[in-house]
């Protein structure tokens, strides 16, 4: 995947939708390329979640209590709380056609925020605003 493309990606993620240029590109670095068949399972509701996935190509199915609540597609993306938290998972993501996934780590994530303060400054800026908006209008 060109580079460009990769940062791309990463820059629509909510979560490192404040970082800069050279930020994505640092997290761009850590960040795998995997081609996965159709029918595999990228995480299970429950269980602890360790990464992060954006689709580059395929479609992803999401369960939860094993009814179908999403179909996602290229561009969209899963698990990025489970890079903050790593905490069970709410729902089960399984690959509905052959996918290619750009696949963030939790531990890489966290050596990365913990070298890198501008990162994790923009982070946790990107997590206030989606709890404000969240929150009742009358509690600001």
Known sequence: MAKDQKLALLGRVPLFSRCSKTNLARIARLVDEVELPAGKILMREGRLGNEFFIIVEGTVRVERGGRRIDTMGPGEFLGEIALID??????????????????????????????????????????????????????T
């Open 86 to 139: 790593h905490r069970p998972r709410t729902a089960t993501a399984v690959c509905e056609t052959p996918c290619r996934l750009l696949v963030l780590a939790h531990r890489e994530f966290h050596s990365l925020l913990a070298g890198s303060p501008g990162i994790a400054l923009a982070v946790l800026q990107a997590l206030g605003e989606r709890l404000r908006a969240l929150e009742p209008q009358a509690a």
